[in-house]
């Protein structure tokens, strides 16, 4: 017994001396170092650098300014011309992905997704913060490159393109892994003896074909969720960006190469509408998500019924906000401006239909027709960027579409205060430039308030009251996105719920997108499935149901009288009818009754 004895004078002594706090003080410093970095190690960000491609630079002119811009090469179907669509300088041609090309690159993802597959979460979260941690030091280069290739602004590339992709990464790295973790489900009072849940497995290989309103934005924020849920991706990129994907397909898999993974994880394609039914129809190809039209959208779900494969659809919207009389117009109007103003509202949740209530309507029209009037447009790398405002238009064939909608609404009694056709800029005639445009005065029956017009046009609207903007409102067949203006909180929390639509805002528009814990998607023709959040993620996994014996010696038992051959098939029912009844009655004294003629029936 002088061992413990030795022991309790060692402990005596310690007690009484000075050194105690000294002792206690490391004792906690050293747990608290535990628990901080022993027990949750996180792998860094590992630096890498990519050049950014030499016509990104402001003030680059080596190009030719083409005579008519557009995609189309004369006497070549498999090349795709480049452009900026700020000035019409070509950006060199970029040759289409292949029907064979892209099989094989299929093929290549989808052995590099079977090691993939194993990766831990701390792993793949390794490779979002390279990617990350590359983003935040570099936008500029990457603002610019999406700048050329889309002829948008600094400041919406930077909104649009870096800040949402960035707060892709952070959200997806912080909470990812909790949004994929087994979802335990209760079994239920037959299964009471079981342990059930949900796992949250990859796909596979998925494919996204995304739209060309945000090029660096829409083609990684598919890969940061396909590369966390544990996938192979390949993304098939807009022919009208296709000089800025491989930019993108770079950064992508350089992360991928400098934290021990393999690039074949991912794949840029670009080309015609032949390449995106090859994605969609490929049986190599295990989910699709789909950001365009409706009318392209229907293709693809045709196209991908043909192996079954599910889809996420993105169609586009009509976004609506409305606009209270006690709305604090100070805080109201610029969001309004920048939400028709930002990227030229070439936006799927750009605010396309503003309904103003009639007793500020006028205040709203004179004050939006001073601001409109202002708003200057231009190449951003090519003019003093404090002289842009708006930006470009990327498709070279839209303007005698949105022309048109503007003369409809015109001859059904709009007024136009602002623009309403072409702008020819005076230094870069070449230019995709449409004016900024007021449209006042219309209603529910011009074509303009029912087409996507993705181009910087303002309608604003008359309601009388909140019966009439619900009439307006769903007037349209779009249902993506909706604000709701109004001092009342109440009554704008009221309104925005009862609207039919994917998404709403009180007091803001488009801020739901940055908040990345939501999901993201419509209704309607706007679509079905949901991107980012923890649907987002789910989305590109197999929920398998699983389950397991609770205690290992307690199995599922078949008693005799259920055992096959029956014996009695009769008798077998009743039993059966008495295990609901004993299981599922509300009353006890039912289940009671049941149990006792259960004992009957087995005996």
Not at 346 to 363: A, F, K, P, S
Request: charged share 20%; proline share 6%.
């Amino acid at each position: 017994m002088a061992f413990p004895k030795l022991q309790m004078d060692c402990v005596q002594t310690l007690l009484a001396s000075e050194a105690l706090p000294v002792v206690v003080a490391a004792v906690a410093g050293g747990a608290l170092l535990y628990v901080l970095f022993a027990r949750r190690r996180s792998l860094p960000a590992i630096p890498f650098d990519l050049k950014p491609p030499a016509e990104s630079l402001p003030g680059w002119s080596t190009g030719p300014v083409l005579d008519a811009p557009g995609i189309a090469v004369v006497g070549d179907p498999g090349a795709i011309q480049c452009y900026d669509p700020a000035t019409g300088r070509s950006l060199g041609q970029v040759r289409a992905t292949t029907v064979d090309d892209l099989t094989e690159r299929l093929g290549r993802a989808r052995a590099a997704q079977a090691s993939w597959a194993q990766t831990t979460f701390e792993q793949r979260r390794q490779v979002l913060r390279t990617l990350l941690a590359f983003v935040l030091g570099h936008q500029r280069e990457i603002c610019q490159v999406a700048c050329r290739d889309s002829g948008k602004t600094l400041v919406d590339a930077t909104l649009g393109e870096v800040l949402t992709t960035a707060a892709k990464l952070q959200w997806t790295i912080k909470n990812g892994e909790r949004a994929l973790q087994d979802d335990v489900r209760d079994p239920g009072f037959m299964m009471a003896y079981k342990r059930a849940k949900v796992v949250y497995q990859p796909r596979g290989v998925v494919a996204a074909l995304v739209s060309w309103n945000y090029p660096f934005h829409n083609t990684v924020g598919p890969v940061i969720s396909a590369l966390f849920a544990g996938n192979a991706i390949v993304v098939k990129a807009s022919e009208h960006v296709a000089w800025s994907m491989n930019y993108w397909e770079q950064m992508v898999r350089r992360a991928l190469n400098v934290c021990g993974h393999d690039p074949d994880l991912v794949h840029f394609v670009t080309g015609f509408a032949d390449i995106g039914r090859a994605v969609t129809a490929s049986p190599l190809v295990d989910h699709i998500t789909f950001i365009g039209s409706p009318e392209v959208g229907r293709l693809v779900m045709e196209a991908a019924s043909e192996n079954l494969t599910p889809v996420t659809l993105e169609l586009g919207g009509k976004d609506c906000a409305i606009v209270f009389d006690d709305a604090d117009l100070g805080q109201c109007i610029p969001v309004l401006m920048r939400s028709v103003i930002q990227n030229a509202s070439q936006n799927c949740i750009g605010i396309e239909r503003i309904l103003v209530h009639q007793r500020i309507y006028d205040r709203v029209v004179d004050e939006m027709t001073r601001r409109v009037r202002q708003v200057r447009v231009g190449a951003v790398l090519d003019d003093a960027p404090n002289e842009v405002d708006c930006g470009a238009m990327v498709l070279p064939g839209c303007f005698g579409r949105l022309e048109a909608l503007v003369a409809d609404a015109v001859a059904k009694g709009a007024r136009c205060l602002a623009g309403g056709s072409r702008f020819c800029h005076p230094r870069h005639p070449q230019g995709q430039y449409f004016a900024p445009t007021l449209l006042v005065d219309v209603t529910p029956d011009m074509d303009i308030t029912r087409a996507e017009t993705f181009g910087p046009i303002m309608v604003l609207m008359r309601f009388a009251d909140e019966q009439d903007a619900m009439r307006q409102v769903h007037a349209s067949p779009y249902a993506l996105g909706s604000s709701v203006f109004s001092g009342d909180r109440a009554r704008a929390r009221r309104v925005a719920l009862r609207l039919r639509t994917g998404m709403a805002n009180v007091n803001d528009f488009g801020v739901n997108y940055i908040c990345q814990a939501l999901p993201f998607g419509g209704v309607g023709i706007s679509g079905f499935g949901r991107f980012a959040g923890p649907e987002g993620l789910r989305a590109l996994c197999v929920e398998k149901a699983f389950t397991e014996d609770r205690i290992p010696f307690v199995k599922t038992p078949i008693p005799p009288i259920l055992d096959y051959p029956i014996q009695d098939t009769e008798k077998g029912y009743q039993f059966t009818q008495q295990i609901v009844a004993f299981a599922y009655s509300e009353s006890w004294w039912q289940s009671v009754k049941a149990g006792l003629r259960l004992a009957k029936l087995a005996v």
